[in-house]
């Protein structure tokens, strides 16, 4: 692992920044492993500023995301597809081919994981950016999830339902009860990994990542079998190590 401890999450998404965009500029076709969540908004926000300010261009990426809700019309707003486009490809101008979101309203989802699988084989991931959940997971992978899962399909844990509650309570809804993930598998194919983490409530779960044993209990503690991860975490996340 390369550890960063930055100060404060500005810090935090600022060196993520500097990450991601040495790879965004020594490509030639840069592809994209991207993440939905609050840890990584700070650094959509810097690739934004970039872009407008610097002219950084986006035409010739290619992005794939982790993970879906199953059952929501693409254009609801909370899907991953919707989060995606209000946090950062809205501000970018990455042509609509090149974004792959898992399609959580296909009428085969079987056959949707396994095409999402295939498409993900004719490109190499050359970053993917990832956040931990306080259990350590990654993506949509629970502790207990076997290291050879591709991309496939979960029922969310009461737990994760209960933290997701806020943002369809509003509208009267429930939470979906499953969604797609890229398996672990998929995601130890990238080349490069970066995961961000940050405040007190990840410091257990960093620690686990980092410094425990290698088990399906903590799914990210996978990444030690990584060759190339990256990790930023600010004071709090890193307050265990
Ligand atoms: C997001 C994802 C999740 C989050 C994790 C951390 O696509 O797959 O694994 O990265 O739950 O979420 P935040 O960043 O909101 O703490």
Not at 15 to 25: G, S, Y
Not at 36 to 57: A, F, R, V, W
Not at 110 to 122: F, V
Request: with cysteine; net charge negative; glycine share 8%.
């Amino acid at each position: 692992f390369k550890i960063i401890v930055t100060e404060n999450y500005d810090e935090l998404s600022e060196k993520a920044f500097e990450v991601m965009k040495e790879v965004i500029t020594s490509k030639s076709n840069p592809v994209l492993g991207l993440a939905t969540g609050s840890s990584p908004i700070g650094l959509y926000q810097n690739m934004i500023k970039d872009h407008k300010e610097n002219g950084t261009s986006y035409k010739n990426v290619v992005t794939f995301n982790l993970d879906e809700y199953i059952g929501l019309k693409r254009d609801h707003s909370q899907t991953y597809w919707t989060f995606m486009h209000e946090n950062l490809f809205n501000g970018l101008d990455i042509p609509d081919a090149n974004v792959h979101v898992p399609v959580g309203d296909s009428d085969n989802i079987q056959a949707e994981c396994e095409k999402y699988e295939e498409a993900m084989k004719n490109f190499e991931v050359d970053i993917q950016l990832l956040g931990i959940g306080a259990n350590g997971h990654i993506g949509f992978n629970e502790p207990g999830t076997s290291f050879d899962t591709l991309t496939h399909t979960v029922v969310l844990k009461e737990k994760t339902r209960q933290d997701n509650a806020r943002f369809f309570d509003p509208l009267g809804e429930e939470v979906p009860t499953e969604a797609i993930t890229m398996g672990i598998a998929t995601i130890m194919k990238a080349k490069k990994i970066l995961l961000v983490a940050n405040g007190k409530n990840k410091a257990d779960a960093v620690y686990a990542m980092i410094k425990g044993p290698v088990t399906e209990e903590c799914p990210a503690s996978v990444l030690q079998n990584h060759p190339d991860v990256t990790v930023i975490v600010d004071r709090g996340a890193a307050s265990k190590l």
